[in-house]
């Protein structure tokens, strides 16, 4: 490599590390305030304190939304990846008529505004009775959540060698056999890493729980609650304890999708 | 062949769509016998292995495997297992959760299933890599992984689809001697699919050679080599000068013909119910051609030299007559020294009667 490249990364690097700290800086300051003593975010900065983070773990209303939120959370996980699992084998194995259309279909709903979302989840699960409850955010998050465990799960099957499966027939499985002992365990990476970013994705949804929530409402329309009625740097460290929590997800999922042939060589 | 044949394919069809993939695929294979099925691709040879795996259903006609029609009935409940091309290791599993896996998919028992691997895995000489994952393999490693998966639960016949294709010369013509020797030793039918002639021909005690579809000929390789049915398998084969030509008359050595460079004679055991007019494609192998110099007395055809090419203790000698006929000499270093020859210098090739074949399906 020559100098001329060595500058170009260098001013690569240096665009890299601004765009990250453009991204990354809003949630630094708020995890710093989260430990900062002072009532309001101002500079300078008070006393190191904990004060934010014991009033919230004392706060029954954070437990509670906490608790909505990880059920939800873990629900929408597993529906969102079993759904997400049958659209991209179906996708794998079978041609059909108006395959496009259904595979536009099942990744649409990502791409709908979620005010948009929120509104009709709302009406159509109140039209059922549905609405308000636990099971109504468990519902609309699964709709949500499904699109990304499919994308997931058919970027891993179409790492597959296609004749894996009707190997597999070949040597005696019949067609459940062979999901069972050759697709699942060959798509298991993208299994666990569908479970944890849908999991994440259920943790930060607002706006359709906030439409559908009632007054089971999850840790992000809680805070919401809290914003309305004053600010308070609890939602500071509320926030950093939600990244935290997310991020570990995101990570776990990325570890799961590396290529372990590509990592081989 | 001994008794009833293993596999046999009664008219069999199948299409897929508007075209049609195998068209009248009738023949049987034998209990114990090497077969290879050969040809371009495209040619339909893959779609009849995968029919008789059970993986494609065929559009009409039967297929019998010892003796029961087998139509419709999934790949699972047969014993037909397959090498593929790819090789289709399982990337999840060791080496020999790999070789037991149809053991496992038939129910049989966890100690019962190790120790049938482990001996298939003596018997491939692998057995130092149980425990690897296939990734840690090298290419001729994997190749006996498929061999021992596929041979575990002691099938009376292997299906094997190009399963050399991705390995290189020197690997590829060991891996040949080992299929020959496992498949002598084992007694099982193999049925063989390839594109390579040199694998057809040393491997297989028949051949089978496919064109859209078409089964173009049956039989040993020396069958096919010496006597091609039609043009397509003496093309095929790459090796025959082939001329068409019209009957003439009677003579004492056998048929007087005349074809587009000049006059032959065919031996009457190749032209069994001739007569004067009738049409004709004859053959004459490279290797029974004859050079000789310009000035020589021979009786023959003058051709310029186009060119050559080196084939081991051999060379293939490219010549071009006055009206543009290709033809095609193959002679050892040898016999070749004697003769003055460079790229458009002009020679005589002639041939003895006894070399023509007629091709009985032109």
């Given at each position: 490599?020559?100098n001329?490249n060595?500058i170009?990364?260098?001013?690569?690097?240096?665009?890299?590390a601004?765009?990250?700290?453009f991204?990354?800086a809003p949630?630094a300051?708020?995890f710093?305030?989260?430990?900062n003593?002072?009532?309001?975010?101002s500079?300078?900065?008070?006393?190191?304190s904990?004060?934010?983070?014991?009033?919230?773990y004392?706060?029954p209303?954070?437990?509670?939304?906490l608790?909505?939120?990880v059920v939800?959370?873990l629900t929408?996980?597993v529906?969102?990846?079993v759904?997400g699992f049958?659209?991209?084998?179906?996708d794998f194995?079978?041609?059909?008529?108006g395959?496009?259309?259904y595979?536009?279909?099942a990744?649409?709903p990502?791409?709908?505004?979620v005010?948009?979302?929120?509104?009709?989840?709302?009406?159509?699960?109140?039209r059922?009775?549905?609405s308000?409850?636990?099971i109504?955010?468990i519902?609309?998050?699964?709709?949500?959540?499904?699109?990304?465990?499919?994308?997931i799960i058919?970027?891993r099957l179409?790492?597959?060698?296609?004749?894996?499966?009707?190997?597999?027939?070949?040597l005696g499985?019949n067609?459940?056999?062979?999901l069972?002992?050759?697709?699942i365990?060959?798509?298991?990476?993208?299994i666990?890493a569908?479970?944890?970013?849908?999991?994440?994705?259920?943790f930060?949804?607002?706006?359709?729980?906030?439409?559908?929530?009632?007054?089971?409402?999850t840790?992000?329309?809680?805070?919401?609650?809290?914003?309305?009625?004053q600010v308070?740097?609890?939602?500071?460290?509320?926030?950093?304890?939600?990244?935290?929590?997310s991020i570990?997800?995101?990570v776990?999922?990325?570890l799961l999708l590396?290529?372990?042939?590509a990592?081989?060589k | 062949?001994?008794s009833?044949?293993?596999?046999?394919?009664?008219?069999?069809?199948?299409?897929?769509g508007?075209?049609?993939?195998v068209?009248?695929?009738?023949?049987?294979i034998g209990?114990g016998?090497?077969?290879?099925?050969?040809?371009?691709?495209?040619?339909?040879?893959?779609?009849?292995?995968?029919m008789?795996a059970?993986?494609?259903?065929?559009t009409s006609g039967?297929?019998?495997l010892?003796?029961?029609?087998?139509?419709?009935r999934?790949?699972?409940?047969?014993?037909?297992p397959?090498?593929?091309?790819?090789?289709a290791?399982f990337?999840?599993?060791?080496v020999?959760?790999n070789?037991?896996?149809?053991?496992?998919?038939?129910g049989?028992?966890?100690a019962e299933?190790?120790e049938?691997?482990?001996k298939?895995?003596d018997?491939?000489?692998?057995?130092?890599?149980?425990?690897?994952?296939?990734?840690?393999?090298?290419g001729?490693?994997?190749?006996r992984?498929?061999?021992?998966?596929?041979?575990?639960t002691e099938p009376?016949?292997l299906?094997l689809d190009?399963?050399?294709?991705?390995?290189?010369?020197?690997?590829?013509?060991?891996?040949?001697?080992?299929?020959?020797?496992?498949?002598?030793?084992?007694?099982?039918?193999f049925?063989?699919?390839?594109?390579?002639?040199?694998e057809?021909?040393?491997?297989?005690?028949?051949?089978v050679i496919?064109?859209?579809g078409r089964?173009?000929?049956?039989?040993?390789?020396?069958e096919?080599?010496r006597?091609?049915?039609?043009?397509?398998v003496?093309e095929?084969?790459?090796?025959?000068?082939?001329?068409?030509?019209t009957v003439?008359?009677?003579?004492?050595?056998?048929?007087?013909?005349?074809h587009?460079?000049g006059?032959?004679?065919?031996p009457?055991?190749?032209?069994?119910?001739?007569k004067?007019?009738?049409?004709?494609?004859?053959?004459?192998?490279?290797?029974?051609?004859?050079?000789?110099?310009?000035?020589?007395?021979?009786d023959?055809?003058?051709?310029?030299v186009?060119?050559?090419?080196?084939?081991?203790?051999?060379a293939m000698?490219?010549?071009?007559?006055?009206?543009?006929?290709?033809?095609k000499v193959?002679?050892?270093?040898?016999e070749?020294?004697?003769?003055?020859?460079?790229?458009?210098?002009?020679?005589?090739?002639?041939?003895?009667?006894?070399?023509?074949?007629?091709?009985?399906?032109?």
């Open positions: 490599m020559g001329e060595r170009i990364n260098g001013w690569l690097m240096v665009h890299i601004l765009c990250l700290i991204i990354f949630i300051g708020s710093v305030f989260s430990l003593s002072d009532r309001f975010p500079l300078p900065l008070g006393e190191f904990f004060k934010w983070y014991r009033l919230i004392e706060d209303l954070v437990w509670a939304g608790f909505n939120t939800v959370g929408v996980a529906i969102a990846t759904l049958g659209g991209a084998y179906t194995r079978y041609n059909f008529f395959k496009s259309i595979l536009a279909l990744l649409l990502p791409t709908i505004p005010v948009i979302m929120g509104l009709a989840m709302l009406a159509f699960l109140s059922i009775h549905l308000g409850s636990t109504s955010v519902i609309a998050h699964g709709v949500m959540c499904s699109p990304f465990a499919m994308a058919r970027l179409s790492q597959m060698d296609p004749d894996l499966e009707a190997a597999a027939w070949n499985g067609e459940w056999a062979t069972r002992h050759v697709i365990p060959f798509t298991k990476p993208a666990f569908a479970l944890f970013i849908t999991m994440a994705v259920s930060d949804e607002f706006a359709v729980a906030w439409f559908v929530s009632g007054l089971n409402e840790l992000p329309v809680k805070i919401l609650g809290f914003l309305q009625g308070s740097p609890r939602i500071n460290a509320i926030g950093s304890l939600s990244f935290l929590l570990t997800l995101i776990l999922a990325q590396r290529n372990p042939e990592e081989k | 062949m001994t009833s044949p293993i596999v046999k394919f009664d008219n069999v069809v199948k299409k897929f508007d075209f049609t993939a068209e009248k695929a009738d023949f049987e209990r016998e090497f077969l290879a099925i050969m040809g371009s691709s495209g040619c339909g040879k893959t779609t009849t292995l995968r008789l059970g993986l494609e259903d065929p039967n297929i019998y010892d003796g029961e029609r087998v139509n419709g999934a790949t699972w409940d047969r014993d037909t397959m090498v593929w091309q790819s090789l290791l990337p999840f599993l060791t020999q959760e070789v037991e896996f149809s053991l496992k998919m038939r049989v028992a966890k299933r190790a049938r691997a482990r298939w895995l018997k491939m000489q692998i057995t130092e890599f149980a425990n690897r994952n296939i990734a840690q393999l090298s001729g490693q994997r190749q992984v498929a061999l021992a998966r596929a041979l575990v009376k016949i299906l190009e399963p050399l294709s991705a390995l290189d010369a020197h690997l590829k013509v060991r891996m040949q001697a080992v299929l020959s020797n496992l498949q002598k030793d084992l007694g099982i039918t049925v063989y699919v390839t594109h390579s002639m040199s057809a021909f040393s491997m297989a005690d028949r051949v496919m064109s859209r089964i173009e000929q049956i039989g040993t390789p020396v096919i080599y006597e091609p049915r039609n043009r397509f003496a095929f084969l790459g090796s025959a000068n082939i001329f068409e030509a003439e008359e009677e003579i004492a050595e056998g048929w007087k013909v005349i587009e460079e006059r032959a004679i065919i009457a055991s190749e032209l069994p119910d001739a004067t007019g009738d049409k004709i494609t004859f053959i004459v192998s490279a290797e029974n051609m004859q050079l000789s110099a310009p000035d020589s007395e021979q023959g055809i003058e051709a310029t186009a060119g050559d090419e080196f084939v081991g203790g051999t000698i490219f010549l071009e007559t006055a009206s543009g006929k290709e033809l193959q002679k050892s270093h040898e070749l020294s004697t003769l003055k020859r460079k790229a458009g210098s002009k020679l005589i090739v002639s041939w003895s009667a006894e070399h023509c074949h007629v091709l009985p399906d032109e």
